[in-house]
């Protein structure tokens, strides 16, 4: 595709219930990231997968976060039991080098 | 630990005035930093980036400014446009190609 491509757009979720959210990369890059961004602050890294190295999971907030990315393409961030501070809009990117190509985000709200 | 970072989280310049948006990072093992610019409610875009064996790169209409000797990078912005209006992040690439973000910046440009 054209770029990196987030669905869904918004998603309005119980307290509780698990999400998943999907990022379908740029065609050909290696590298994807995943960021949450809470209203007015800055990109909180949580996950980041390099081809088929061990991703890094080092800013994932706790166990009922997870994230997968299968076949070096497509890639699922699910957060289970979500809770009210889950509420964000999360993030994809992906790359080919340095730089990092954003998708337009998924807006989560947990009601 | 290390981190990205940005002086003031708002700035209001008059349209057709220059813009300077400031960076201190603390990370002297970034050889790589990006400005992204971020309207409401899309993803982050890139603007500019430099390497850190480079201290000036222009652009269309930005300049990023890179000090490594006080850890200091900057985006001016020529001759401000409405369209600037955005939330501006400057990031560091540590090698590892895992980019951190600072706050970001506000700027609003007045007609």
């Known amino acids: 595709g054209a770029g990196v491509s987030q669905s869904p757009s918004n998603k309005v979720t119980e307290k509780g219930k698990d999400v998943e959210l999907r990022c379908d990369p740029i065609?050909?890059?290696?590298?994807l990231y995943w960021y949450r961004q809470s209203l007015g602050q800055g990109l909180e890294f949580l996950i980041y997968f390099q081809g088929n190295s061990a991703p890094d999971k080092s800013g994932l907030p706790s166990d009922r976060f997870s994230a997968e990315r299968t076949g070096g393409s497509v890639s699922t961030l699910t957060i289970q039991r979500t809770q009210q501070e889950d509420s964000a809009v999360y993030l994809c990117?992906?790359?080919?080098?340095?730089?990092?190509?954003f998708g337009q985000g998924t807006r989560l709200t947990v009601v | 630990g290390e981190s990205v970072g940005l002086h003031l989280p708002t700035l209001s310049v008059q349209e057709g005035d220059n813009s300077i948006i400031n960076c201190a990072y603390s990370?002297?093992?970034?050889?790589?930093f990006i400005w992204y610019k971020q309207e409401s409610g899309k993803g982050p875009q890139f603007i500019i980036d430099i390497r850190s064996n480079m201290d000036k790169r222009q652009g269309q209409r930005v300049t990023v400014l890179l000090n490594k000797t006080v850890k200091h990078l900057s985006l001016q912005i020529a001759a401000t446009q409405p369209g600037d209006s955005a939330v501006y992040f400057c990031a560091e690439n540590g090698g590892d190609y895992k980019l951190s973000f600072g706050a970001g910046t506000t700027v609003t440009v007045r007609a």
């Open positions: 990370n002297s093992a970034s050889d790589y």
């Open positions: 065609s050909g890059h290696t590298a």
């Open positions: 990117a992906s790359s080919s080098g340095p730089n990092a190509f």
